[in-house]
């Protein structure tokens, strides 16, 4: 950020400085917080990054050696005027610091947003599947219980559009199974399994119900079904 505007000594300090402090107490910060980022790349880019911004308001170009060699100044004549301040270019460096950090947020959250909703609709896809895996367990060890897990059977078809279209090749016919129950309880369960490891999310809170965005997400799971 300060490459036009920086001396050859003022540079070398910025990078000492981003170097042997910013950059080892961004990283040791985001360690303590447990935040995930194998690469460093908050401490690299935003740390190290932010730093450069900032440092720009403490730079002066060698503004008497550019006018006697004859060169235009461009942008740097704002540092090479008599009325410069450095400490009001540094509150504008801090403003526009605060803006990249609002605007980053702000886009980065809406992205990982979408991810979020996809993965907690994927994740209400996976308890369905299970429960569908523990409902079918229940009906190979008692028999006595294909009336009874009927109901549960619609409940959890009329949910997961996934669930209903495997089902389907299991003898579904929308209320029920055809013969009273599927036609192979071992490939179901088999069907059941893959489809879970293909489902299977990264989210740490997988199944909890109280999470807001797992309910958003199973909703959008259940109106889709319901269509």
């Known amino acids: 950020a300060a490459c036009d505007v920086a001396t050859q000594s003022a540079a070398l300090s910025i990078g000492l400085v981003a170097g042997f402090f910013v950059y080892p107490s961004v ?3 985001m360690r303590r917080l447990r935040l995930d ?3 460093d790349a908050a401490a690299v880019h935003g740390g190290c ?3 450069g911004v900032l440092a720009v ?3 002066r170009p060698p ?9 235009s100044l461009g942008g740097q004549a704002t540092f090479c005027d008599a009325g410069h301040s450095l400490g009001l270019q540094l509150l504008c460096q801090l403003r526009g610091a605060l803006v990249e950090v609002l605007l980053t947020a702000a886009t980065t959250m809406s992205v990982f947003a979408m991810f979020s909703v996809s993965e907690y609709a994927a994740c209400g896809e996976l308890g369905h599947l299970r429960e569908a895996e523990d409902l079918l367990t229940s009906m190979s060890e008692s028999p006595d219980l294909l009336e009874a897990s009927a109901l549960k059977w619609r409940r959890l078809a009329q949910e997961s559009v996934m669930l ?7 003898g579904w016919t929308g209320e029920g199974f055809a013969s009273g129950e599927p036609t192979d309880y071992w490939r ?3 069907d059941l399994r893959i489809l879970q490891a293909k489902k299977d999310t990264s989210l740490e809170g997988n199944g909890h119900l109280w999470n807001p965005m797992f309910r958003l997400g199973r909703g ?3 109106s889709a079904a319901g269509r």
């Open 49 to 51: 990054g932010l730093f």
């Open 63 to 71: 503004c008497e050696h550019l006018a006697s060699v004859g060169v």
């Open 37 to 39: 980022d194998p690469v």
């Open 220 to 222: 959008l799971g259940s």
């Open 188 to 190: 179901l369960r088999q």
């Open 27 to 29: 990283s040791y910060i």
């Open 164 to 170: 209903r279209v495997l089902l389907a090749k299991h």
């Open 57 to 59: 308001g403490l730079c």
